[in-house]
């Protein structure tokens, strides 16, 4: 220790004085401060062993928060309030030094770009070009692989779902429904048989089965007999965004998108009644054959879903 | 032991003056050059100011992100295979899942620290976000990206943009039925732009909605590809920020020309790196404390299932509240359809925000004719019309932000839908005018008011005994008095006297 001090008197070559008041630290009574700090340090690093107890006897994860937490908050507390209020007070100053380069060197640099470069290039303009014609090929057809590899063309894939003439509509476990199934004013989703465990079934053709009277019920004209005895199927993706459109408000006879807000009015065709949906749900046309099932007349006349360039 | 001491001095002596860790670094700076420049780096002043913490806050609560998510790829599975779930979690056993999604519940019951790891993950996340909008906000207010750093504020701005869509693929992964509705609408977000919609969406998810490549590709998208991103540009920004200095505000010996504060070793270091554990800590308390995406609650996603409060994170909100609110004007012509109602308020709304944010300083410039390099900041006040841009786009988007809950807001006041529909429609179109005008005076009338900040004295008014009133101002309170000193360089200590001519304090010779 005494050799330490006698090695490193300070002096400032700076001209700063030891005693200079900006070296004094910020604090009015540091002793106590100093108390605070070493308070701080000794609950954090208590927590702080305290988190590898919880977590060795693996106590309950708020525990490990807690303890974690706590200990690096304290350490964090103690640390800033060392630097703050016990080290030199300051404040100290620098200055800025331009970061432009003098005009020579500017100069310098611009011309050894500009002349020499252009000096080397412009005597052979044709490599420059056979070069810049190759490299740039190489980076069109290059993009190409990348991003056509990423997946399939769209191709028809969004004109179509995979309803058919004669599709069974079924539950979420396979199960054909048939017409006793559902009470007036109830609904139900259904898939394409066999498709009902298929991600294209859940997300591209679920559909959703409203059951709104017992007579044929006519939405629309031209599709007077979409709906038998009161089953009617709409696409039960919102044509906003593709939310599923889960909900179906009774007594409205409103369907629903709880993402935002949108309603389709089932009576008319699904016609959206409010929010921001441009167009009606498409409709799916039914029948009920010989042994009461419901199966579909067809895939929906329009491509179900939210709106993209090449639809129509 | 009197041996003892002169041992170690002569040791220390045949070491010169600082010992071991000195020769270490001489031995450094003979092979790589490291003193001038380290020393420098040391003496780097730090304005103290807290709203410069703003950014250490976004830097800290990313380190948090990085840290913690680290620990989530060693347990989290990428992948969309279906598995039956018989974990520890009772009310899913025998739920059909995606393995992403029951790697996740797996996380949050059977790992150890898992859960913590999660929602700390997720609360820093939205910290970090958070942090780099206020401090963003900081930055303009004050006129900080002005010449010569508009390179760091458009850096900025593509770091805000990436951490929001990061933010958007990590709330993805888990593959949830709330995250996987939000993937949903993202799909039909990209299907909406004009003529490259379709491909768009295919090539980015390998085939039509879902796909079986989503969680996947957003996996290596957000644990990689975009991190390294980030993480690159910070230190560009960091880079940029010591090259040209803090800018700082005026002051007592403040110039253009110099910069006052503490020096980089050891004040700023140790206030720093304090305020990074206070970052971790309270992520820490938050993850234990304020429960964050259950997602076990909401059951793993199925696209024919839905919740009913669907909700995004909170730097989503804007962008919901937009498509909330626009009136459903598909657009169809030519046999092409462009759906307005999604590509105006989620594609073209986005891209002049943003498209705004980057051309800000290059606006501004040319409005003013400014030219000049500025270091020293603006007080908001004294740039009304600035600060009232600011302010009436803050106001605009705090109403898609409440936008974004018309439901609730609805259920809440029992009005109906329709009537909040509307008045926020209004409100995101009026805010903005009125929010300019009353930013403009605001601050007109702070800049001119003198001493704006600075408690006035009193005036103690006396009665002389003719019955005059004289009134004389009181001396001004003792914590008024600018208690600060007037600033001076970084003090260097070194061994006295023969080591270094005080003449030429940057050089030292080196006996070799
Ligand atoms: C800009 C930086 C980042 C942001 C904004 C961010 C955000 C998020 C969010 C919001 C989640 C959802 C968490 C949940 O509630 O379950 C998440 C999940 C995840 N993140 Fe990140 N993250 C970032 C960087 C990283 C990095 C660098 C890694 C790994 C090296 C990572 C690994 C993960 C993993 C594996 C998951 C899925 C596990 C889970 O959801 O619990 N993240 N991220
Ligand atoms: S997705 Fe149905 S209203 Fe937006």
Redesign the pocket.
């Known amino acids: 220790m005494s050799q330490m001090s006698e090695h490193r008197t300070p002096v400032s070559i700076q001209g700063l004085a030891a005693d200079d008041p900006h070296l004094a630290p910020a604090a009015r009574h540091p002793r106590l401060v100093e108390r605070v700090i070493a308070l701080n340090f000794v609950v954090g690093l208590v927590l702080v062993i305290g988190f590898g107890a919880c977590y060795w006897v693996n106590a309950a994860p708020w525990t490990l928060g807690a303890t974690m937490g706590g200990g690096l908050f304290f350490l964090g507390v103690g640390l800033v309030a060392w630097g703050k209020y016990l080290m030199p007070r300051g404040p100290f100053v620098e200055e800025r030094h331009p970061l432009a380069s003098a005009a020579v060197e500017r100069d310098a640099f611009a011309a050894a770009i500009v002349e020499r470069g252009g000096g080397v290039v412009k005597r052979r303009k044709v490599l420059g070009g056979l070069l810049g014609g190759g490299l740039g090929a190489f980076g069109i057809v290059a993009l190409f692989p990348l991003l056509r590899s990423l997946g399939p063309l769209p191709k028809g894939t969004l004109f179509h779902t995979d309803w058919r003439s004669g599709t069974y509509a079924v539950d979420q476990t396979g199960r054909r429904v048939s017409v006793g199934e559902l009470a007036i004013g109830s609904i139900m989703t259904v898939f394409p048989e066999g498709l009902e465990n298929t991600d294209r079934g859940q997300a591209v053709d679920q559909t959703v089965l409203i059951r709104i009277s017992n007579e044929n019920f006519v939405t629309q004209k031209g599709r007077e007999t979409w709906a038998p005895q009161g089953y009617l199927a709409y696409s039960k993706l919102c044509t906003h965004l593709g939310c599923p459109v889960g909900l179906y408000e009774q007594q409205l006879q409103l369907l629903v998108c709880p993402c935002h807000q949108s309603m389709f009015n089932a009576t008319n065709g699904a016609i959206p009644e409010f929010g921001p949906a441009p167009r009606p749900l498409p409709q799916l046309p039914l029948y009920i054959d010989a042994q009461g099932y419901i199966r579909a007349q067809s895939d929906y006349h329009e491509p179900v879903g939210p709106g993209f360039w090449e639809r129509s | 032991m009197s041996d003892a001491v002169t041992t170690r001095r002569s040791r220390r002596q045949s070491r010169g003056p600082y010992g071991r860790l000195g020769s270490a670094l001489n031995e450094l700076d003979d092979r790589v050059g490291v003193a001038k420049g380290g020393r420098s780096f040391l003496d780097k002043i730090f304005p103290d100011h807290w709203s410069f913490m703003l950014g250490e806050i976004a830097l800290y609560s990313?380190v948090v992100?990085?840290v913690t998510?680290?620990f989530?790829?060693l347990y989290?599975v990428p992948s969309q295979a279906l598995v039956t779930y018989h974990g520890s979690y009772l009310p899913l056993d025998g739920t059909s899942m995606t393995e992403a999604y029951a790697s996740?519940v797996n996380?949050s019951f059977a790992v150890r620290a898992g859960l913590l790891m999660?929602q700390m993950?997720?609360w820093s996340?939205d910290i970090?976000?958070g942090a780099i909008v206020v401090h963003m906000a900081r930055v303009f207010f004050t006129g900080a990206f002005r010449k010569p750093r508009e390179l760091n504020w458009t850096i900025g701005v593509t770091l805000l943009t990436?951490?929001i869509v990061?933010?958007f693929l990590?709330?993805s992964?888990?593959d949830d039925l709330v995250s996987g509705t939000g993937i949903r609408i993202a799909y039909s977000i990209i299907l909406s732009v004009p003529l490259v919609g379709t491909y768009l969406a295919f090539f980015i998810f390998g085939g039509n909605f879902p796909g079986t490549a989503v969680i996947p590709r957003f996996?290596i998208l957000?644990?990689l590809i975009?991190?390294a991103l980030?993480v690159g540009l910070v230190g560009a920004h960091l880079f940029l920020l010591v090259r040209q200095k803090h800018t700082q505000f005026p002051g007592e010996g403040r110039t253009e020309r110099n910069v006052v504060g503490s020096p980089m070793f050891p004040v700023f270091m140790a206030k720093t790196t304090g305020f990074m554990l206070i970052v971790a800590g309270v992520t820490a308390l938050l993850g234990a404390f304020a429960q964050?995406?259950p997602?076990w609650q909401f059951g793993p996603y199925e696209a024919a299932r839905i919740s009913y409060a669907v909700q995004p994170?909170w730097y989503m909100a804007f962008l919901d509240g937009a498509l909330r609110i626009f009136p459903s004007w598909s657009f169809h012509s030519f046999g092409y359809t462009i759906p307005f109602e999604v590509t105006i308020p989620a594609v073209v709304f986005p891209g002049l925000l943003f498209g705004l944010a980057y051309a800000w300083p290059a606006i501004e410039r040319r409005v003013t004719h400014d030219d000049a390099l500025h270091n020293l900041l603006d007080r908001p006040s004294s740039r009304p019309k600035r600060t009232a841009a600011g302010v009436a786009v803050l106001a605009m988007l705090s109403m898609l932000f409440i936008a974004s809950s018309t439901d609730v807001i609805a259920n809440f006041f029992h009005v109906s839908l329709n009537t909040v529909l509307w008045t926020m429609r209004i409100l995101v179109l009026v805010s903005p005018f009125v929010a300019y005008p009353i930013g403009y005076f605001i601050a007109k009338e702070i800049h001119a008011t003198r001493g704006g900040g600075r408690r006035k004295t009193v005036n103690v008014v006396e009665r002389t005994a003719s019955g005059e009133y004289v009134a004389t101002p009181a001396p001004a309170y003792g914590d008024d008095v600018p208690t600060e000193l007037a600033p001076t360089p970084v003090p260097t200590f070194i061994t006295p006297p023969e080591a270094v001519p005080p003449t030429d304090p940057g050089t030292r010779t080196v006996d070799r």
Do not use: E, K, Q, S
Request: aromatic share 14%; glycine share 8%; no cysteine.
């Open positions: 990313f992100v990085l998510g680290v989530l790829t989290y996740t996380l999660r993950h997720h996340a970090f976000i990436l951490a990061n933010g990590g709330y992964l888990p996996f957000h644990v975009v991190p980030i964050i995406n997602i994170d």
